[in-house]
């Protein structure tokens, strides 16, 4: 099955700076990569997502990367602002079962 | 994207009983799913629930553990029955809304903890 590693676990930036966010993927079959964000206590809450035909995707201060033939992912958010602080999580579909990664905690300081 | 909605929002419950989760959505959704989010950790799935058949499980859930109905396709509900205290955790349904549409939303999910 597919297995998903996402990292780091957790991230610490100042507000204003850009924050990375890393995944791999192990099933080539897989085809769509979801980013969720979870609030403490919040479900999970889709910010983005990108397909295999497509290698970059923007959404105002978010963006993500896809490299196909590294079988790796990533999360840009620019310009970070207190309210990007949460736990992300990134993930793979190689058909029905969408896999999701371990999430990497994000904590923006002023 | 769909509105979905679960009940109870938490609950806390006694070892060796069983807890009836909901999953309703405000419209007609392909594919429903329940997940488990232990605390601190990444979302697993635990089954897809089918619509007139029985829900497909993921290696290491199981019917009589889990048991899931999914009478339409609005609703869909998951038991945790039996429980013990690794139980506790939160459990989430999500919801693809059409044929073609990868992408799943999540319900509020619902906090147990079981003592």
């Known amino acids: 099955g597919e297995n998903v590693e996402q990292h780091p676990s957790t991230l610490s930036v100042q507000e204003g700076d850009s924050a990375v966010i890393k995944c791999t993927y192990s099933d080539s079959a897989s085809n769509y990569f979801p980013w969720y964000k979870q609030e403490l206590g919040k479900r999970p809450q889709l910010i983005i997502d990108?397909?295999?035909?497509?290698g970059e995707k923007k959404d105002q201060r978010i963006a993500v990367t896809l490299n196909k033939t590294a079988k790796h992912f990533s999360l840009h958010i620019t310009e970070t602002q207190p309210e990007d602080s949460a736990v992300y999580f990134c993930?793979?579909?190689?058909?029905?079962?969408?896999?999701f990664g371990t999430g990497t905690r994000l904590q923006v300081t002023l | 994207s769909a509105v979905i909605s679960q009940k109870p929002s938490r609950d806390i419950c006694q070892r060796g009983t069983s807890l009836t989760i909901q999953c309703q959505v405000d419209?007609?959704?392909?594919?429903m799913f329940w997940y488990r989010q232990q605390p601190g950790q990444s979302l697993t799935l635990i089954a897809t629930a089918n619509q007139g058949s029985e829900a497909t499980y993921e290696s290491g859930f199981v019917i009589d553990k889990f048991p899931i109905s999914r009478p339409n396709l609005t609703f869909s509900t998951l038991t945790v029955s039996n429980m013990s205290p690794e139980d506790s955790s939160i459990y989430l349904c999500?919801?693809?809304?059409?044929?073609?549409?990868?992408?799943?939303?999540f319900g509020p999910g619902t906090r147990l903890l079981v003592l």
């Open positions: 993930a793979a579909l190689p058909g029905r079962k969408l896999t």
């Open positions: 419209s007609q959704v392909t594919m």
């Open positions: 999500s919801v693809q809304t059409g044929a073609g549409q990868e992408t799943q939303y």
């Open positions: 990108i397909r295999s035909n497509v």
